[in-house]
T-cell receptor, first 109, second 113 residues
């Protein structure tokens, strides 16, 4: 079966750095997405990785290791507005997105 | 530019009733999707459409039907609602099917009693 694992909840302090991990086992791989979802709102796109390595975009970076079936999202200089759920999703061999359950990130002052 | 709109925003529905959730996008995207999101579970694909006139089944299609008569609209119909269909429903679209960013509508919160 197909499986995406990420921690259910994480807590971090404003101004700090947090790393949210995602491991996956899917039938095929055509890329990995990270989305942000604030409570009661729709998911919004953060990043896309298809090759191994680190993609940096401002305060957010995403890393991929295809051989390990592993990705992480790194958030720097945390702000209160970063409190949200972070969803990891893998595009499988049929080009369908398989979604993780999401990691709820709580930022404390 | 509205992006993707969904209607209604929320709905309480009696079991056994028929219900259509509406989704409209103005980005001229070819691909559209319907997901449901339940607490503790990831988004699950119900149906999708890679282009106008075609549809396909996702992970959890039973009890749902869709149509794609034109590029902009992708309605989702529950023929006879059951309580297990209580969920938040998101419509999404992407420029093309495949490795493309998906853009989501605001969601419809459905409670089936």
């Amino acid at each position: 079966g197909q499986n995406i694992d990420q921690p259910t909840e994480m807590t971090a302090t404003e101004g700090a750095i947090v790393q949210i991990n995602c491991t996956y086992q899917t039938s095929g791989f055509n890329g990995l997405f990270w989305y942000q979802q604030h409570a009661g709102e729709a998911p919004t796109f953060l990043s896309y990785n298809v090759l191994d390595g680190l993609e940096e975009k401002g305060r957010f970076s995403s890393f991929l290791s295809r051989s390990k079936g592993y990705s992480y999202l790194l958030l720097k200089e945390l702000q209160m507005k970063d409190s949200a759920s972070y969803l990891c999703a893998v595009l499988d061999s049929n080009y369908q997105l398989i979604w993780g359950a999401g990691t709820k990130l709580i930022i404390k002052p | 530019i509205a992006g993707i709109t969904q209607a209604p925003t929320s709905q309480i529905l009696a079991a056994g009733r028929r219900m259509t959730l509406r989704c409209t996008q103005d980005m001229r995207h070819n691909a559209m999707y319907w997901y449901r999101q339940d607490l503790g579970l990831g988004l699950r694909l119900i149906h999708y459409s890679n282009t106008a006139g075609t549809t396909g089944k996702g992970e959890v299609p039973d009890g749902y039907s869709v149509s794609r008569a034109n590029t902009d609209d992708f309605p989702l119909t529950l023929a006879s609602a059951v309580p297990s269909q209580t969920s938040v429903y998101f419509c999404a679209s992407s420029e093309r099917a495949g490795a493309e960013t998906q853009y989501f509508g605001p969601g419809t919160r459905l409670l089936v009693l």
